[in-house]
Every structure is written in structure tokens, then in C-alpha cells.
């Protein structure tokens, strides 16, 4: 789960990471009234869930009160164009007016979950204030790694030796290194799947600082953190992909035509492989779950015809507490009651599968039965052409 850049300051100022003064605002008026009680200049920053910003116009200085209300005008409503957000854009709905500060370097620090090593690892660079995706490419000898002792925070002479290999002055390296076990603390007590600062600046008197945060949160540990939860910005999301979590089904929209519909996970992402192998393109990632009933494949049939893009469907399960016959009526009532007139192919292995076949050879509808996943997935490309 994403949440904004002020919430996730927010969080860590909890655990002592050193963030600048700033307030939410939701309009002008809350804007302005933001930054005459911070006092002279402040940076207007939109709230949306994509890096680039700046660069789209969504982050600028304001000298004064009067001036931080202009801009508010300009930013609040605009539609934001980033390199994460596509070309459709986001529209800001809300920003954080904050303080300006003395920098006089900007570094980077990260955590992340690295699967490979199968554990959760800090990183730190001089390289601030640019995509850490561009220094990795270019300079990887300049991100310094530190593996996190599950459960325990960034020791202290971890924290020092990345500070002293950030090229940090002495007199600040207690101060660095304080803030980033700090933000180690806030990683792991919430549950975090990522936590960036970028940049993490050094002021001109020797203060670091949080400058910019970024935190998603583990979707699988939300469970335990029902306050969090309410930081979650609906706006923000895909309307198709918040539908279907309220439906308990697994739902990623794609940029392709060819929607699939698959139990498990591991099958979902072998469908989107072997469909891009047949020289397809899937629209999405859907797992409607081991255990889905018909109510649940009918709603998986609305979404994914919600998606105007969409020339044809694969459905493809392997029938083990989802029966075949269940998936069978499933998929009969939801095209009887959606009025389905897109292309639908059907591979099904598992329990019931004759039975399945047979619900489906006899119904009303012509669905196309496959032989095996490459006989779907040549079978639904040629549909969707």
C-alpha cells in the first residue's frame, strides 16, 4: 500500500527521523494559512503517489505567504504528468506546504526488501536528490549496503560506517546515524515493504534531515496496523484494482487487450508469460484465489470487461478447492447476466474437469476449450487479432 509523502513523514517523525516543519493543505486558503504560520519561504509540494514531480511542475518555492497561495492556485486541480505516472497523469487534490532549509549536500537513503538474499537491506549513497534507478545503472559501486538483522534495527556501526562512506563531516555522523536507525525502527515496526529518503540532506549548520519520504506498506501485514489503513488514498489507485479488493481478488491492471483469469498466483504470472510468448499482450494480473465461488468469478468477469481495452479472455485454472464445474457455472451465470460478447477461451485441469467441459460444450455460449496453456494462449491471440 502507497501512501503520500506527508503521511509517510508523519510516521517517522514518530520514531525520531529528523523531518522538516510542514502541514497538509486541501486548498488555497489552508495553503496559505500553512505558510504564514511556518513563516518565510516555503515549498510547495503536490501530493500524489509518483516520483518526478519537480519536474512536472509540482514542486515549487514560494518567498512568501501571499505567494504560496498563487502557486497553490496553479498546483491544486492540475492533472501531473511524471515519468511514473504515464500520460494520463494524476490530479492533485492536496499538498504539503514545509519549511525551506539550508541544504548544503543532498544524500540518499533506502530500505527495501531484497528477495534474492531474502532479507531487507539499507542503503545509502552520496549520489542524492536524483532516481537511485540511474545511479544504480551508472555508478552501482556508489549505493553502500547493509544487511538489517530480521527484527533488529541498523546497528550503530553499520549506521556510522555509511555515514563515513556518504563522506559525512564527523561533527554530523552521530546525527546521520541516528536518523537512519531511526528510520530503520519505523521500517520494520510498520510492516514496511520500502522506505526512501530521497533526498536525505545536510544543512549548511551541520542538521540532517528527511527532505523527501517515501513508505509503501506489506498489503500481507495490514492486519495488524488497522490505523494505518486509513492512510490509504483511494484517489490515488486504480478504480478497477480497488473494486476488486473489495471483492478479495488479486487484480493488477496491464496495458495489454488479452484479460486473464487464473487461480494462483504462480499460474497467473506463467499465463501473462506464455500469452506474451504467443506474441500477445495480457491486460492484467487476476487470481481469483484457490477457494473463489461463483459470486467471485462473476465480479472477476465484471471487472475485467470494465477494462474498454479487452478483445478477448483467458481463463485459465487448475481445478484443486476450485472445482471445475464450480468455475464452469461460474463463468455461465456471469455471461448470461454481463451480457459477455467479447471472444472467451477456456483451459481447465483438475477436479471435475469433465464435468466442467461438459457444462460449458452444452451451454448457450461459444466458448473455445483449449488444449493445454499454449493451445489457449495461441488460440486467445488470434481472438484478440
Known amino acids: 500500500m502507497k501512501i503520500h509523502e506527508y503521511q509517510a513523514k508523519a510516521i517517522l517523525a514518530k520514531f525520531d527521523v529528523p523531518v522538516p516543519r510542514g502541514e497538509v493543505a486541501y486548498t488555497v486558503e489552508e495553503a496559505e494559512a500553512a505558510a504564514k504560520k511556518i513563516g518565510g519561504s516555503v515549498v510547495i509540494k503536490a501530493q500524489i503517489h509518483a516520483g518526478g514531480r519537480g519536474k512536472g511542475g509540482g514542486v515549487k518555492i514560494a518567498k512568501d505567504a501571499n505567494e504560496a497561495a498563487e502557486i497553490a492556485k496553479t498546483i491544486l486541480g492540475m492533472t501531473l504528468i511524471t515519468h511514473q505516472t504515464g500520460p494520463e497523469g494524476r490530479v492533485v487534490q492536496r499538498l504539503l506546504v514545509e ?34 534507478e540511474e545511479v544504480a545503472a551508472k555508478t552501482p559501486e556508489l549505493i553502500l549496503k547493509e544487511a538489517l538483522i530480521p527484527g533488529q534495527p541498523l546497528q550503530p556501526f553499520q549506521a556510522r560506517k555509511l555515514a ?36 536525505f540532506i545536510l544543512t549548511k549548520d551541520g542538521k540532517v534531515f528527511a527532505l523527501d519520504a517515501k513508505v509503501n506498506l506489506d498489503d500481507n501485514a495490514m492486519y495488524r496496523h488497522k490505523d ?17 479488493s473489495r471483492f478479495g481478488l488479486n487484480y493488477i491492471k496491464l496495458e495489454g487487450n488479452i484479460a486473464c483469469m487464473v487461480n494462483g498466483a504462480g499460474l497467473a504470472m506463467a499465463t501473462m508469460d506464455i500469452i506474451k510468448y ?46 471445475c464445474d464450480t468455475l464452469a457455472n461460474g463463468v455461465l451465470a456471469a455471461a448470461r447476466e454481463l451480457g459477455i460478447k467479447i471472444p472467451i477461451v477456456v483451459r481447465m485441469e483438475g477436479t471435475n474437469v469433465e464435468l ?13 476449450v483449449a488444449d493445454g496453456m499454449k493451445d489457449a494462449a495461441e488460440k486467445v491471440v488470434g481472438l484478440a487479432k
Open 99 to 132: 519549511e525551506t532549509l539550508p541544504i548544503e549536500r543532498e544524500l540518499y537513503l533506502g530500505i527495501v526488501l531484497d528477495r534474492d538474499r531474502g532479507e531487507s537491506v539499507f542503503m545509502a549513497s552520496k549520489e542524492g536528490g536524483v532516481e537511485i
Open 164 to 199: 563515513f562512506g556518504m563522506g559525512i563531516p564527523a561533527t554530523s555522523v552521530n546525527a546521520a546515524a541516528a536518523a537512519m536507525i531511526a528510520l530503520s525502527k519505523a521500517y520494520d515496526a510498520i510492516d514496511g515493504s520500502l522506505a526512501e529518503i530521497n533526498p
Open 228 to 244: 494505518l489503513l486509513e492512510l490509504r488514498d483511494l484517489n490515488e489507485e486504480d478504480p478497477l484494482e480497488v473494486e476488486a
Open 278 to 323: 504467443a506474441g500477445g499482450q495480457p491486460a492484467n494480473f487476476l487470481d481469483v484465489g484457490g477457494g473463489a465461488n461463483a459470486e467471485q468469478i462473476k465480479n472477476a468477469f465484471r471487472i475485467l470487461l470494465s477494462d474498454a481495452s479487452v478483445k478477448a479472455l483467458l481463463i485459465n485454472i487448475f481445478g484443486g478447492i476450485l472445482r
Open 356 to 368: 466442467g467441459r461438459k457444462i460449458l460444450a452444452e451451454s448457450e455460449f461459444n466458448f473455445t
